[in-house]
């Protein structure tokens, strides 16, 4: 974390910011469930590496 802070170019997200999953086409070809699936992980993952909240938190705080 520290090196992070010290890069110049670096900015910790902001709570209401939003991510998204690299438009390679990865998850075509699977089950929409499967995509629902993936996607939700997705979200959680930034959520626990960044602490901000999904873009659908009603308050969308940092935790």
């Known amino acids: 974390m520290t ?3 010290a ?3 670096f900015e910790a ?3 209401g910011s939003s991510f998204s999953v690299a ?3 990865l ?3 699977v089950s929409a469930e499967a995509r629902e ?3 939700w ?3 959680h993952v930034v959520e626990v590496e ?3 909240g999904s873009a659908s938190a009603t308050d969308g705080t940092n935790r």
Do not use: E, N, Y
Request: zero cysteines.
């Open 3 to 5: 090196h992070l802070l």
């Open 7 to 9: 890069v110049a170019k």
């Open 13 to 15: 997200p902001r709570a």
């Open 23 to 25: 438009g390679l086409g």
């Open 27 to 29: 998850l075509d070809g």
């Open 37 to 39: 699936r993936a996607l």
């Open 41 to 43: 992980w997705q979200v």
């Open 50 to 52: 960044t602490g901000v």
